[in-house]
């Protein structure tokens, strides 16, 4: 793991791997989530021609939390991480609550991000003809809802939940998602995921839950920039049996991102859409030329 100090004094936790040479592919992790290598989305980045990159979002594992940060803040910390690396261009990656920030980097860094992709990444809170918590597990509803309450009731729910994730097992996981998860998902952590979510979990709330509540205020506050802004090339992928971003979310992003290739998967959920990641890769390897 290295660090890098930001000109404004704060420290970002990243990892790097692969050829130097490699126009990097930078994942936005989840929500929660920290740094931590998911060997599956690495070999397939590497095996696909770029430079695997990825950074904890303020707040999370040991990079300083960033108070009131927006969504759109993701592209000024990704590019102050391009500079360091040395990289005039790179293509970017986003997990469910990585998507807006994926997308940030679109909209924000057009002469320099050279495609995105969101996998399962949820829409504007104020995105007009969404009704944004309908199909979401009852966790997600009291989480978002605490959101909306206020600083206080979302710090209260999120020490609570971080109690039950902090140290959570792999064998938990099912138990621990509780409503979160379809039938599909289940068999995906069955599958070997639960190893690594297990262990960014723990990396995410390491330090405290700064992170994941700065993650969720802005999820329901403006983003800074719209997706309709976006003009690079974007992959969009969005499964039909997410509980924990719904797939009119999906449908919703899919007509308002100018310039997506939209995969909207019948039978597939949150986690099991990383079953694609080949097939991700090759096309952020496309659309960017």
């Known amino acids: 793991m290295e660090h890098l100090t930001l000109s404004d004094g704060r420290t970002l936790e990243y990892l790097v791997e692969g050829p130097a040479s490699a126009i990097p592919l930078v994942l936005h992790h989840g929500t929660p989530s920290g740094t931590v290598r998911y060997a599956p989305l690495v070999d397939a980045a590497v095996a696909g021609g770029f430079r695997f990159v990825q950074a904890s979002r303020p707040g999370y594992a040991t990079s300083t939390p960033h108070p009131g940060r ?153 983003w800074g920039f719209r997706p309709e802004d976006v003009a690079v090339p974007v992959s969009l992928w969005q499964g039909d049996q997410d509980r924990m971003v719904p797939f009119a979310h999906g449908g919703w992003l899919a007509e308002h991102l100018p310039t997506a290739e939209s995969h909207l998967v019948p039978g597939e959920g949150h986690l099991s859409l990383l079953s694609n990641l080949g097939t991700i890769v090759d096309d952020l390897r496309r659309l960017a030329g």
């Not at 939940?161 to 138990?175: N, R, S």
């Open 70 to 222: 927006r969504v759109a803040d993701a592209a000024a910390d990704t590019a102050a991480l391009m500079d360091a690396l040395d990289a005039p261009a790179f293509v970017t990656l986003g997990w469910s609550g990585g998507g807006p920030h994926a997308l940030a980097c679109a909209a924000l860094l057009p002469g320099r991000c050279r495609a995105a992709a969101t996998i399962a990444g949820v829409a504007p809170y104020d995105a007009k003809g969404l009704n944004w918590l309908a199909g979401m597990g009852e966790e997600n509803v009291q989480e978002f809802g605490a959101a909306l309450a206020g600083p206080e009731a979302l710090d209260a729910f999120l020490v609570s939940a971080a109690a039950g994730m902090a140290d959570v097992k792999p064998a938990d996981l099912v138990e621990a998602f509780g409503d979160l998860i379809s039938e599909v998902d289940k068999r995906t952590l069955a599958g070997g995921l639960a190893d690594y979510l297990a262990a960014s979990f723990h990396a995410a709330l390491s330090t405290g839950v700064a992170g994941w509540r700065d993650d969720d205020q802005a999820f329901v506050a403006d």
